[in-house]
C-alpha cells in the first residue's frame, strides 16, 4: 500500500480485518527495520516507504544480474515503446501526476557539520548522476531564504531551487523543479535530528507534481540514495571528496 503513496494509520487500519492495534505492531516493526518512515502531522501519524534498505537489499543479491536484466529489459521498452507511438496520437495530453521521496540518512557526525556539507560544500559530495555533462559540476546554495540551488558551466547557469528555510543545524527547504525537464513544481526539505553527541538524522522529503512520470521518480529515488546515504555520508564521516578519485 505504502509503495503507491503514504497513507495514515487509520487508512491502514481500515483495509485489514485486525484490530488497529495489532496494525500499529506491525507498523511498528517495520519502522524499527528501517523499511518506513513516520511523520506526525497534528493527530495523523503518516507513513512513508523508505527506499534505502530496500535498495541495498537490491544492490547486494541483483546487482550480479543486472546487466543481463538491462540488455532483455532494454528490448522489450524498445517493443513496447514502439507500439505505444503507434497507438499515441502525437497531440495527447500530458497527465499531471505526483510523486513522493522520502528517505531516512544517519550520519556520524554533528548536525552542524551535516548542514555544513550539505548546503556551503555541497560541490564536494554532489556526484554526477543527472546532468547532461560527464564534468564536475560548479553547484552553489547561496545561504539565506530566497538564494538559489544552481549549477554553473561556463558562461550558463541552471536553477535548480530557491531556499523557502534556511536554519543551520537544523532544516533547509527548497522549491524547484530540480533539474526535472517540463512543467514541474517540487519542495524538497532536509530536517537534521542529533542522534547522540556526533550522530546526525538526515530526513529527506522530495514531492513534485507535473509530468512526472515512472522512469523520473525512480531514477531520483536511486539518486538521493546515492548523493545522501553514499557521498554525502562518506564525505562528513571520511572527509571523502566524491571527485577525489577523477
Not at 554553473?152 to 536553477?159: I, M, N, P, Q, T
Not at 514531492?207 to 512520470?213: A, L, P
Amino acid at each position: 500500500m505504502l509503495r503507491g503513496r503514504p497513507r495514515t494509520t487509520g487508512q491502514i487500519s481500515a483495509q485489514f480485518p485486525q484490530s488497529r492495534f495489532a496494525i500499529m505492531k506491525h507498523l511498528s516493526v517495520l519502522e524499527e527495520s528501517g523499511l518506513i518512515s513516520v511523520r506526525r502531522k497534528g493527530r495523523e501519524r503518516w507513513n512513508y516507504i523508505n527506499a534505502t534498505p530496500l535498495r541495498r537489499i537490491y544492490e547486494r543479491w541483483l546487482t550480479p544480474y543486472q546487466q543481463l536484466w538491462a540488455n532483455s529489459l532494454s528490448r522489450l521498452g524498445t517493443i513496447v515503446e514502439g507500439e505505444a507511438r503507434s497507438i499515441m496520437p502525437e497531440d495527447a495530453e500530458i497527465a499531471v501526476r505526483h510523486a513522493s521521496i522520502e528517505q531516512v540518512t544517519h550520519i556520524a557526525g554533528p548536525a552542524s557539520a551535516v548542514f555544513d556539507a550539505l548546503t556551503s560544500r555541497v560541490a564536494n559530495w554532489w556526484s554526477h548522476v543527472t546532468y547532461e555533462s560527464p564534468a564536475r559540476p560548479d553547484l552553489m546554495i547561496e545561504p539565506h531564504v530566497g538564494g538559489r540551488f544552481m549549477e554553473r558551466s561556463g558562461e550558463s547557469e541552471r536553477l535548480y531551487a530557491i531556499i523557502t528555510r534556511y536554519e543551520p543545524g537544523k532544516r533547509l527547504w527548497m522549491q524547484g523543479p530540480m533539474g526535472l525537464a517540463g512543467c514541474i513544481f517540487g519542495t524538497i526539505t532536509f530536517e537534521l535530528e542529533p542522534r547522540g553527541e556526533n550522530a546526525t538524522e538526515l530526513r529527506l522529503s522530495h514531492r513534485m507534481i507535473g509530468e512526472v512520470d515512472d522512469e523520473s521518480a525512480a531514477m531520483y529515488r536511486g539518486g538521493w540514495k546515492a548523493l545522501l546515504d553514499e557521498h554525502l555520508k562518506q564525505y562528513v564521516e571520511n572527509g571523502t571528496d566524491a571527485w577525489s578519485a577523477a
